[in-house]
């Protein structure tokens, strides 16, 4: 199995700033794409930017610019930088993998608990 573990979350004034971290841990030959979506309450999760394997980006459209998703695959670890926090990006944020976990096998799908941003005005 695999394990995504999510942290950094917490409660921040508008304008400021987090960093959320997540680290893959099981049986893991290798990750493909990671990244991180969040759901809001009442609201349908949705991606917030993904970083392949070979450092290819992906964000959405709202967080351009504020947000920045780099990678340590030495350390299957995903990290999410977020500055210019606004009161909209309050959300339960989830860690996401694809993973590849034998030589030539399936890729499976996985996600974190998640982790709590709340944004103050």
């Known amino acids: 199995q695999v394990q995504l573990v999510e942290s950094g979350g917490g409660l921040v004034q508008a304008g400021g700033s987090l960093r959320l971290s997540c680290a893959a841990s099981g049986s893991i030959f290798s990750i493909e794409a990671m990244g991180w979506y969040r759901q809001a309450p009442g609201k349908q999760r949705e991606l917030v930017a993904t970083i392949t394997d070979n450092g290819s980006t992906n964000y959405a459209d709202s967080v351009k610019g504020r947000f920045t998703i780099s990678r340590d695959n030495a350390k299957n670890t995903v990290y999410l930088q977020m500055n210019s926090l606004k009161p909209e990006n309050t959300a339960l944020y989830y860690c996401?993998?694809?993973?590849?976990?034998?030589?030539?096998?399936?890729?499976?799908?996985?996600w974190g608990q998640g982790t709590q941003v709340t944004v103050s005005s």
């Open positions: 996401n993998a694809i993973v590849i976990r034998a030589m030539g096998g399936p890729k499976y799908n996985y």
